[in-house]
């Protein structure tokens, strides 16, 4: 079993900044990768970014390139999320994959609680 901990969510105003964590433990040791996903109600929950644990190469979804960062360090992983726009309004999600930073999402075996990003144009 792999916990998993999200936080720093918040209100922020378009074009501004927020930075979420998310906290792992128990079984990390079988985690390849650590993915973030967003989801707004009655939408579709969709890939954001991920990070191979062991290597730090990371993946984005187009419509964060250039904007968001992910990156990990020993306990946690990180989303610095800039110039952010009203359409990244959602609850954010950490997950873990035994797969690689490409794995579909059907591959996150353990999902976070979430965290509310909202943000005001």
């Known amino acids: 079993q792999v916990q998993l901990v999200e936080s720093g969510g918040g209100l922020v105003q378009a074009g501004g900044s927020l930075r979420l964590s998310c906290a792992a433990s128990?079984?990390?040791?079988?985690?390849?990768?650590i993915g973030w996903f967003r989801q707004a109600p009655g939408k579709e929950r969709e890939f954001v970014a991920a990070i191979s644990w062991n290597s730090g190469q990371p993946s984005y979804a187009d419509s964060v390139k250039g904007r968001f960062t992910i990156s990990r360090d020993n306990a946690k992983v990180y989303l610095e999320m800039n110039r952010l726009k009203p359409e990244d309004t959602n609850v954010y999600y950490c997950a873990t994959s035994t797969g690689w930073i490409t794995a579909p999402q059907s591959r996150y075996d353990f999902w976070g609680q979430g965290t509310q990003v909202t943000v005001s144009s």
């Open positions: 128990g079984r990390t040791f079988s985690t390849y990768t």
